[in-house]
């Protein structure tokens, strides 16, 4: 089988800290869209984003703020090998995945972040990766 790559639903920001109550108040009262998890404290916002799925990340330490993005594949295996052949970097380090997650980071030669997935039955959304150990 060949691999095959498909947008996933979910767009990651990674916000800095002296920016991140402010991007948040932004997309819940300023465009109003639609919060659809993380109403309580220490939980990520989530918002529609037209078919897909906002992230609002809080990272300290980062001085601005990055898009990450989700790549759906038909097979996990042959599409690390694809990624290697074509020199693509992993970037498994950057941030854990929780276990039986079967995807892996990887950067593109313009460093957006993207996490490749296998669609993980089991998992109706990307982790909450706030809560990864």
Partial sequence: MKAEFHPGKNIAMKIPTHEYQDTVRFYRDVLRFKLIAGHGDGE??????????????CVPGLSQAEIWLEIVTNDIDQAADVFKVQGCHRRDEIEP???????FWIASPS???HLVTSGNPGFDQAPDLDQVD
């Avoid at 916002?45 to 906002?54: A, H, I, T």
């Fill in 111 to 113: 460093n957006i972040i």
């Fill in 97 to 103: 995945l929780p276990d039986g997650f079967r995807a």
């Fill in 44 to 57: 990520t916002p989530r918002f529609e984003f037209g078919d897909k799925v906002l992230w609002l990340d």
